[in-house]
Structures are given as structure tokens and as C-alpha cells.
């Protein structure tokens, strides 16, 4: 079950809507697609029209970096990244309730509650996200994450940063 809450602040009505509609939409191309790793061609030309040129081409060239890795380790080892790369936890999100969107100064930023595991459970685990939007040709698109989680294994930062890392981890490997 997926659940949306909107507080009415600081935000226009019309960019809050905006808002709200690229942050709804990147999370149903997610949600839809549920990629671990970097996502391969197929999977990342579904979330084209929700994110900006510059993530996507950062997930380009970290699936480029991938496939360079794992052809000069001859598949010995595993990829650089598992698991889930739009989340904080390795095993991704299940559901998702955006908490507030905030138009600053340095950046425009929604906040999302996101959840693994049934409701209630022991085992479920939840965590906010905060998703980093711009604006291009008259839309709102994402164009980066910071990772929320508070456990030790997960990524840390931004997930440009974590895009960057692999690229740059994956291309400096060289033949043995």
C-alpha cells in the first residue's frame, strides 16, 4: 500500500503540486522497476523522464564502469554495488509516503518515508530519504538522493556520490 501526506507550508499550490507529481512519479518508475545495482539499459530508460540528464548520464557510465569491472576481474568478483542504489537499505523499498516538500535556497528537496517489510511487523524496517529535484525545460525531475538510513550497512551520502564512486572504482581496474 502506498500513502501520500502533503502538508500545505512555505510552498506555492502549483509548485507543490509539481512537486509532489515528479517525486509520485520517480517513486512509481522505482517501485515498478525495483532494480538492484545499477540498472542495466532496459530498466534505466523507464526512469528517463523522471530524472535529470545528469543522474541518467551518471547511470550510464556506472553501468559502463560495471561491465569494464566485471569483464577485466573475468566475473570472479562480485559487481562494485549490490542491492538497491535509490534507497538507503540494500534490499530497497516496498512503499513510500512523501512527508513534505521544501523549495530552498541551495535546493528543492521532498522527504520520504520509505518502508520495507509489512506494517507493523517486527521485521519491517523504515527510514526517510530526501529526494534533491530541478528543474528542466519547465519540469521537475530528480537529480539526486541522500541516503537516511541510520544502520551500519547501507550507502552513505548522496547517490551521485555513490554513481561517481563506481564509475571511478570500475574504470581504474585494470586487466590481471
Known amino acids: 500500500m502506498i500513502a501520500f501526506m502533503f502538508p500545505t507550508h512555505a510552498l506555492g499550490a502549483d509548485i507543490e503540486a509539481e512537486l ?3 517525486t509520485n512519479a520517480f517513486y ?4 515498478e522497476v525495483h532494480p538492484t545495482g545499477v540498472p542495466h539499459s532496459r530498466a534505466r530508460v523507464k526512469f528517463f523522464p523522471v530524472i535529470s540528464r545528469t543522474l ?3 547511470l ?5 564502469a560495471e561491465r569494464h569491472y566485471a569483464k577485466v576481474t573475468k566475473r570472479q568478483v562480485p559487481p562494485l554495488v549490490e542491492g538497491d542504489i535509490f534507497t538507503s537499505l540494500f534490499e530497497g523499498a516496498q512503499a513510500y509516503v512523501l512527508e513534505r516538500c521544501e523549495r530552498g535556497t541551495a535546493a528543492t ?3 520520504v518515508t520509505l518502508r520495507h517489510g509489512p506494517p507493523g511487523e517486527k521485521t519491517t524496517v523504515t527510514w526517510a530519504d530526501k529526494v534533491y ?3 528542466h525545460n519547465g519540469r521537475w525531475l530528480v537529480d539526486d538522493i541522500e541516503f537516511g538510513g541510520n544502520w551500519q550497512f547501507m550507502h552513505k551520502g548522496h547517490l551521485r556520490d555513490l554513481l561517481r564512486r ?3 572504482d570500475g574504470n581504474n581496474e585494470l586487466p590481471k
Request: aromatic fraction near 4%.
Open 133 to 135: 529535484l530541478v528543474r
Open 56 to 58: 541518467e548520464q551518471l
Open 28 to 31: 512509481h518508475v522505482y517501485l
Open 166 to 168: 563506481i564509475i571511478r
Open 20 to 22: 509532489r507529481h515528479a
Open 109 to 111: 528537496t521532498c522527504t
Open 60 to 64: 550510464e557510465h556506472a553501468e559502463a
